[in-house]
């Protein structure tokens, strides 16, 4: 099914004023304007305090759909009727009876094959995703619903609607539920996930609704452009005899960017936004083995305040003049390039970085190689997701130095093919659309970047969650006993328990405390992600004690056992808090789900990472355990407001890339 040039426009329709139309040469949903006032007057409606939608709206969307003559109907009348409500759409894209219709439709159709009835908030979260828009719904209140029956509507126009997980576990685990759903009016549901050769790959992406992940989704369209699709015919020559496809190129793995409803979206369009994704190929590089032996041994034998100083804030290194002098002589037979002392001070500051800044356990973990290699190979993981970032490397030397810190086999240099940032990427489309029980505090972002307006939506039924008061330790140690202790007293008393974990290593050193207490706790981090469907399943138990990284935090749902609900419901325990507030939001939002019973601790410490930035005063007075909300405020602000420059900063060196690689392409 192909998308005509009317439907096209009634998707620019629904996009309202700010719709810019994509294409594959330059930027386009909101692109930044050259002076800083116009700059200025076009971010303004971002920074307006978020709109909630109205009771009244909700109630009346609700009346029209109950008002219809659906549940008598036949099948195959209710599939003519969603047919006939997106006829008139394409005619008016205003027409409120027809959008009421089509989702009326459309939720009788989950109601006989998923047997669910869309409550009133999931047909209101589903017409924010229709017109454009970002909705903010409270967590457990069925998401993945609202974003399928959007795409039901959407697919029946003809277009092309991707739904965009934050991990290739919720993708193929929303696709096979609502699957039935898309199948009643005939049609196709899939889902891409890694290891999918290409023709797999192609396959999905023609089915109607596709849900993937959104590195994959970004990777495969980097894959199309190296093939040559959407270039300028000289750029196309160049590239595919740099790729070696020879002939003409085959089609392209994703038919066209028309709809994506991007779940969780503030994960997607923010947090995942910090780096570019990049597609590289193996070389041989600067960076020779002894080389990268030589720099991790000198940066082992500098001082700090000495030599270098760690900019923790920042995440940077900054050396002294008398860094370099320092050093002991390079290994012999480098190249040349190595004796400027440039270049020498870029290979030590990373080399501290690696030492540094970088820590196994948190930012990567020792896994076992492939089947063919031998020994132990690092892998990046994803804080945001706690999920291992399979064949993810870091750039410029930085993944092999950190691999000669730990010992380990090295990997070959790489060379970069092709890079897109997030922001980029997701501007492309026709109409982007969202949704996230976390938006409100990302809404400037949404709109400066990707023009998305945030909508928050009331909970369905109200919210018996109860947060606890917030503890604060003197350091990790005292901290994981008592987390152990209120987890041990809750778990007595019936209740769930999710303890919450930033990393790895934290997750399995408060395990060791559990241990040494005889008590039994399920683990989960990027060690377990094989195992972690059956985990999820089984820590509503009443009694049961989990303890997780960021795995158990977005689109988990934890389902408590009557034992448990009877008991209080979940209890979470959050360890320490993250840079951004969203995330810790989430967690929490693992407790009473759906009007269902739940509580909520932070239980932190005064050590913790994301202090260490504080004054002196403010973190004693944690250390006493006093002063903490002001503390955590003032830590995430900083926090947030740095890593939204470096997102700034990112996206402009992607543009300035791009516009030279454009220049040169067009000139070949």
Known sequence: MTMAAADLRWLRALAGPEFRRADTL???????????????????????????????????????????????????????????????LRADANDAGALAQALGSVGEAARRRLGLWPHPVQFAGARILITGRLAEMRTGEGKTLVAALAATVMAASGARVHVVSTNDYLAERDCEEMRPLFEFFGLGGSFVKGGMEPDERRTAYRHAV??????????????????????????????????????????????????????????????????????????????????????????????????????LANREVELTAAAVDACPPLPEGVRPVWRARAWREQLLRQALTALHLYERDQHYILAPGDEAEDGLKVQIVDESTGRVMADRSWEQGLHQLIEAKEGVKLTAGRDTLARMTFQRFFRRYYLLAGLTGTAAEAATEMWATYRLRVRRLPPNRPIQRRELPARCFANAAARWQAVADEAIAAAARGQAVLVGTRSVEASEAVAAVFAARGVEATVLNARQDAEEAAIVAAAGASGRITIATNMAGRGTDIKPDAAALAAGGLHVILSEYHESPRVDRQLFGRAGRQGQPGTV?????????????????????????????????????????????????????????????GIAGSTT
Request: net charge neutral; glycine share 8%.
């Open 26 to 88: 330059r930027d386009e949903r909101g692109g930044e304007a050259d002076a800083p006032v116009e700059r200025w007057l076009r971010d303004l409606p971002g920074r307006l305090p978020v709109r909630s939608e109205s009771a009244a709206g909700i109630a009346a969307l609700n009346g029209a759909i109950a008002a219809l003559p659906l549940r008598e109907a036949g099948d195959e009348e209710i599939a003519q009727r969603l047919h006939a409500a997106m006829a008139a």
């Open 210 to 311: 596709c849900y993937v992940s959104g590195k994959e989704l970004v990777f495969d369209y980097l894959k199309d452009r190296l093939a040559g699709h959407g270039l300028l015919p000289a750029r196309v020559a160049s590239l595919r005899g740099f790729v070696g496809t020879g002939g003409p190129a085959a089609e392209p793995l994703i038919p066209a960017l028309h709809f994506a409803i991007v779940d969780e979206a503030d994960s997607v369009l923010i947090d995942e936004a910090r780096t570019p994704m990049i597609i590289s190929q193996e070389s041989e590089g600067l960076h020779e083995p002894a080389l990268l032996a030589w720099a991790i041994a000198a940066a082992r034998g500098l001082r700090e305040g000495t030599h270098f100083a760690v900019r």
């Open 601 to 661: 601790r932070a239980m932190v410490a005064a050590d913790d990472p994301l202090f260490k930035t504080l004054p002196a005063l403010l973190r004693a007075l944690l250390a006493q355990g006093r002063a903490l909300g002001l503390a955590v405020r003032l830590a995430q602000r900083d926090a947030e407001r740095r890593a939204w420059a470096a997102r700034r900063q990112t996206l402009r060196q992607d543009r300035e890339l791009h516009r030279i690689i």
